[in-house]
């Protein structure tokens, strides 16, 4: 396995149902996105996949409407799927010691509102422990 990570987060379908949704920018985003999983597989890279959840609260982000899956241009299968409930990938989730039990030092960050839960994963990523570093690439952001 490699010692780097790739981190697809929040590429669900619950951002469809939401009024700032743009089909079309979504639309510039698959075939990059697309070439960054592939070329991760190529490279016996972990895909994890992180998604977003917000239990009860009745918005695309509840479980219980069924739009907490991946988007159709998205579902490989991925190492390990985590569920987060705030922008922090790594808040609550096991992600950090999945992370470290599989050797991982490094981490690709990918995926959708860029500005929000991918650059505040980027920021929270711990180092402690040898991590060596992050890297963005393949994102969409909603302005």
């Known amino acids: 396995m490699s010692a780097t990570a ?14 700032y949704w ?13 070439r960054l999983i592939d070329a991760a597989h190529a490279a016996a890279m972990p895909l994890v996949r992180i998604l977003h ?3 009860g609260g009745g918005t695309p982000f509840d479980p219980a409407l069924g739009l907490v899956t991946p988007l159709l241009e998205f579902t490989d299968r991925a190492a390990v799927t985590f569920t987060k409930r705030v922008h922090n990938a790594f808040t609550d989730t096991g992600l950090e010691a999945w992370l470290r039990e599989h050797g991982i030092r490094r981490v690709v960050i990918c995926g959708i509102r860029t500005e929000q839960c991918c650059e505040t994963t980027a920021r929270m990523t711990p180092r402690p422990g040898g991590r060596d570093g992050v890297t ?5 952001g909603s302005s």
Do not use: H, K, M, W
Not at 22 to 34: I, M, N, S, T
């Open 6 to 19: 790739l981190l697809l987060i929040d590429a669900q379908n619950s951002f469809t149902a939401r009024d």
């Open 22 to 34: 743009q089909a079309e920018r979504y639309q510039a985003f698959v075939p990059p996105l697309r």
């Open 136 to 140: 963005f690439s393949a994102r969409c």
């Open 53 to 55: 959840a917000e239990p």
